[in-house]
């Protein structure tokens, strides 16, 4: 059975940097493409960025392209959202979630796995 758990969340003034984690316990981490998603309140979640098993292919929502970064270290069984010159727009619960093989998709009923969430606010 694959955990996941999020952590890295937090308070940060607009255009600052946040960086999350995904931490997975689990025998299979590297079988599984990790995608973020994101909920705003009264939203519905959305994909924010996925990694395949390898790296081998991310993809990126069209809002987080050319601010976040995605990454994986599968040793440490642990993927990464790097988030920079964010904005009161990304104000949202972050989740990490997990499907089993190679995905360059974001819907989250792809996803069997799911962390618990972490709370990023954005204000000065």
């Known amino acids: 059975q694959l955990q996941l758990v999020e952590s890295g969340g937090g308070l940060v003034q607009p255009g600052g940097s946040l960086r999350l984690s995904c931490a997975a316990s689990?025998?299979?981490?590297?079988?599984?493409?990790i995608a973020w998603f994101r909920q705003a309140p009264g939203k519905e979640r959305e994909g924010v960025s996925c990694i395949n098993r390898n790296g081998g292919i991310i993809n990126y929502s069209d809002s987080a392209k050319g601010r976040f970064t995605i990454s994986r270290d599968n040793a440490k069984k642990t993927v990464y959202l790097q988030m920079n010159k964010l904005e009161p727009e990304d104000t949202a619960v972050y989740y990490c979630a997990a499907a089993l093989g190679h995905l360059s998709t974001m819907r989250p009923y792809e996803y069997d796995h799911w962390g618990q969430g972490t709370q990023v606010t954005v204000a000065a």
């Open positions: 689990g025998l299979t981490f590297d079988m599984y493409t």
